[in-house]
């Protein structure tokens, strides 16, 4: 009977020394409970056989590399509403059965390629409310089970179709209050976005910031053609030789300053390689508009004329039946009397 006491003493201790000090650990739902502790980093010491990981409400910064190594079997790991800037790839790695990762609410500006590598059972990414002005073209190895992904309320100006289209799972996107640039860069994510729909997918569907005459606009009532093609790269060799182009792209970038397009150098050279459509298509209505006004014109003239040749005829008729016809008949008074003293 004592060393059943002893023993239950000694699992006591360990059970308690498991659950960090300041969180509360539920043994039935495998559940940690960290959530508004003020904790700056991951907490040590958790349970390793917790599921389920609450850590919303603190001041987290970083994650450590080795973060959950003590914690292989989470399902949800809930880190939203903390001071994240940014996530080392690899941080997550260790959590090979995790199923959804919430970092809403933190101050995440990018995030690196494979960052979420190695999580073949992730089904829900939530990125929203971050200020992410960049994602990268793959999250990782083993991502492709992803059913849900946010990027609401962020920076985003445009996204890779390359990165939409290693998730193939995908059911639901949600794009909403980013500022969306409508130029070349984004067409693929147009192209993608038809498709997704058509397939049956969920999305709130992309707004367009810029450029000024598709602000507020639905992404899918932008016109094909009005895209335009992304300009090729410039070799270092090509530039010296190439240099006019550039002074004239400049010029034009500046002439489209006034849509408040944000960004580098090379969206400024897009926009005045996406713009082209509309200025041939100005020149074209004016072409046809000239060409129907010089018609006219000469339709008119063409009638005038006929007018005219119509009354002239109708006079020069007139004037032979009442001039010249008794002329004929009675002859002048000079054949009269040349007449009358031939008779004579």
């Not at 971050?130 to 946010?150: A, H, K, M, Q, W």
């Not at 909403?176 to 058509?198: A, R, V």
């Not at 997918?201 to 335009?228: H, M, N, Q, R, T």
Request: charged share 20%; hydrophobic share 40%; glycine share 6%.
């Amino acid at each position: 009977g004592n060393w059943l006491l002893v023993w239950s003493v000694i699992l006591l201790a360990h059970t308690a020394h498991c659950c960090p000090d300041k969180c509360l650990c539920y043994t039935a739902s495998k559940t940690a409970d960290c959530k508004n502790r003020g904790f700056t980093e991951i907490p040590a010491h958790l349970p390793p056989e917790i599921q389920i990981l609450q850590l919303q409400n603190n001041r987290i910064w970083r994650i450590n590399q080795n973060a959950f190594t003590a914690t292989p079997l989470l399902k949800i790991l809930d880190l939203s509403n903390n001071s994240l800037s940014s996530v080392a790839p690899g941080a997550f790695q260790k959590l090979r059965y995790l199923q959804v990762l919430n970092l809403t609410r933190n101050l995440i500006h990018y995030i690196e390629n494979k960052t979420f590598s190695f999580l073949p059972h992730l089904k829900e990414l939530d990125l929203s409310s971050n200020s992410i002005i960049r994602l990268p073209e793959t999250f990782g190895n083993s991502t492709g089970n992803i059913t849900l992904f946010s990027v609401k309320h962020n920076k985003l100006q445009k996204m890779e179709r390359i990165l939409l289209e290693s998730l193939p799972n995908l059911k639901v996107v949600l794009f909403k209050d980013n500022p969306w640039q409508c130029n070349c860069n984004i067409f693929g994510m147009k192209l993608w976005l038809e498709s997704f729909l058509y397939r049956g997918g969920i999305s709130d569907g992309i707004i367009c910031s810029a450029p000024g005459i598709w602000k507020g606009k639905d992404i899918l009532k932008v016109p094909y053609e009005l895209f335009g093609a992304c300009p090729l790269r410039i070799a270092p060799m090509q530039q010296a030789s190439n240099h006019h182009h550039h002074g004239f792209e400049q010029r034009s970038s500046l002439k489209h300053s006034h849509h408040g397009e944000l960004g580098d150098s090379s969206r400024g050279s897009c926009e005045t390689k996406a713009r082209p459509r509309p200025v041939s298509l100005r020149h074209a209505i004016a072409t046809v508009v000239i060409t129907g006004v010089v018609c006219g014109v000469v339709c008119l003239m063409m009638l005038a004329a006929a007018v005219y040749g119509c009354a002239y005829a109708a006079i020069t008729a007139k004037y032979h039946k009442e001039h010249l016809a008794p002329v004929r008949q009675h002859g002048t008074p000079e054949e009269k009397e040349m007449f009358e003293s031939s008779m004579a």
